[in-house]
């Protein structure tokens, strides 16, 4: 039984669907990761199609898409072919998304310093905890120590969730890498956004023991 990330957050372009590539281009080294994008935007779908084509994807990555009364269906057969499941919502969290939640072994929820991200985070982490299911924030586009990154850090703090120690920056790179249909541990493998990266992935795998 697969590992399943549902990545959640209902603050538009919080970094959801850049995570949900990133993190697969990395773990598809070892182990066979599904992606499952249930946003009707279809991004991560594009970025999949562009990494059919593309050079230098260091693993295979399925993916699939679905809408509607299918999706738990189409996760339960991901679950059983896959070792990591990687489930990239909308910022509407609706039905679909809040199934995905709910068949979740942890709930990823980026957060950009700004206070109606951090907000936006609030509420996600209420869905999360209304389905049961443990939350990791991440801070994601952060930027060197600030005023406002203190700040934004310190609504994380009283949340009450986990946070993870790996902290995302705000790097062209992962723009880049995305049309491609890369991760940027392809495109620029020796890069700091790379190295953030794999430590977000490695952090990941160690608390879910796995
Ligand atoms: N750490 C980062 N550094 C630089 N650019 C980033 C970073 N994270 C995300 N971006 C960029 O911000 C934009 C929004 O990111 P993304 O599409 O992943 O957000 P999202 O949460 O999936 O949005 P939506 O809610 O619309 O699905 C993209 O252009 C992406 O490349
Ligand atoms: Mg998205």
Not at 22 to 42: C, E, F, G, M, Y
Not at 134 to 143: F, G, M, Q, V
């Amino acid at each position: 039984m697969a590992l399943v990330f549902t990545i959640a957050q209902q603050k538009g372009g919080s970094g959801k669907t850049m995570l949900a590539a990133n993190l697969a281009a990395i773990w598809s080294v070892h182990t066979k990761v599904a992606l499952l994008d249930i946003d009707p935007q279809r991004s991560l779908m594009h970025w999949h199609q562009l990494r059919q084509g593309a050079k230098g994807a260091i693993g295979p990555i399925h993916l699939s898409e679905v809408a509607g009364w299918r999706m738990a269906a189409e996760l339960d057969r991901l679950r059983d072919a896959h070792d990591i499941v990687i489930v990239d919502s909308p910022p509407q969290i609706e039905t679909e998304a809040k199934l995905a939640i709910r068949a979740a072994d942890f709930v990823l929820v980026p957060v950009q310093p700004s206070l109606p991200d951090a907000w936006a985070a609030a509420g996600t982490l209420k869905l999360a905890k209304a389905e049961k299911r443990e939350a990791l924030l991440i801070l994601n586009r952060a930027p060197a120590k600030s005023a406002l990154r203190t700040q934004v850090e310190a609504l994380m703090v009283k949340s009450g969730a986990r946070i993870t120690n790996a902290v995302i920056g705000n790097r062209a790179g992962f723009a880049n890498a995305f049309a491609r249909g890369l991760g940027v541990v392809e495109t620029a493998p020796k890069s700091v956004a790379a190295a953030e990266m794999a430590a977000l992935a490695a952090e990941l795998r160690e608390i879910a023991g796995r």
